[in-house]
């Protein structure tokens, strides 16, 4: 129920919905962005896990020959990963999957500082070869395309459609999530149940938004609000956010099962 009631609460702030901000006039021709949504400080892991190896080798510095820009890229790399649990998942990176990204302005605030420290790291590498230079100066063009969206649109503070909203991403979290034995399942669960913290951030950054004047459009809004009322209103086996209890490993422990319903 909690839940629930934070997830309506992130969706139905503003009782005037506006327009599209103007802003989002700048945002868009930067929707060929795709870089990882790295927005904080990971939560803190479950009682008694047990933290697995990252995976080998590591994918950002193959082929990369300078020490310095090694460790760079595999520093800026393990605190994008521990920022972001959910992309560590989507990658393959299983060592944070009962963790949630912190994505309250002061966890964005302090991966925007880690950012601009990596900059300025890069910007002191001297005397690379050909290879490495190129591999410094396409992170470098994505730090520097990275902060301006960030600090131009600012879209945890106002941004809410149909595919990207608190509702889709708590049903994404079944979803995307493998659920192979009662570890994966516990996994998850730890991730369900700090949703309500999730959604509390949420909140308080479409507050943000209000009051500086940006929101998205009513319609947007409008078609959130009826995803979330029509999940509500859905038997609870039928609910987007139990997919995985009809999804999961089939020798999965009916007790696993139940404890998500």
Do not use: Y
């Not at 992130?10 to 870089?35: K, N, Y």
């Not at 730890?190 to 500086?212: E, H, K, M, T, Y």
């Not at 029509?230 to 999961?248: C, D, G, I, K, Y």
Request: charge should be negative.
């Amino acid at each position: 129920a909690t839940e629930r009631t934070g997830l309506r609460q992130a969706l139905m702030l503003e009782p005037q919905l506006r327009a599209a901000c103007a802003l989002l006039a700048l945002c868009l021709p930067l929707g060929a962005w795709a870089g990882p949504p790295p927005v904080g400080a990971m939560t803190a892991p479950r009682d008694g896990s047990v933290a697995q190896p990252a995976p080998e080798p590591d994918p950002v510095t193959r082929g990369v020959h300078d020490a310095r820009l090694r460790s760079l890229l595999s520093d800026s790399w393990e605190a994008t990963l521990r920022a972001s649990p959910l992309f560590a998942t989507s990658v393959g990176d299983h060592r944070f999957d009962d963790r949630l990204d912190d994505h309250s302005a002061v966890a964005r605030a302090r991966f925007t500082r880690a950012q601009g420290e990596w900059l300025l790291r890069a910007a002191r590498l001297t005397g690379l070869d050909d290879g490495d230079r190129v591999h410094r100066d396409v992170f470098a063009r994505q730090l520097e395309d990275e902060l301006a969206v960030e600090d131009a649109c600012q879209f945890s503070e106002w941004s809410v459609g149909a595919r990207g909203n608190a509702f889709q991403f708590a049903a994404d979290l079944g979803r995307e999530q493998p659920v192979r034995d009662r570890a994966d399942a516990q996994a998850l669960l730890s991730r369900f149940r700090a949703l309500p913290a999730w959604f509390a951030d949420d909140i308080a950054n479409l507050r943000v938004g209000i009051g500086s004047g940006r929101v998205a459009s009513r319609a947007s809004l409008e078609k959130v609000i009826a995803m979330v009322d029509a999940e509500l209103a859905a038997r609870p086996e039928q609910q987007a956010l139990l997919t995985l209890t009809r999804s999961a490993a089939p020798d999965l422990a009916s007790d696993v099962r139940a404890a998500f319903i």
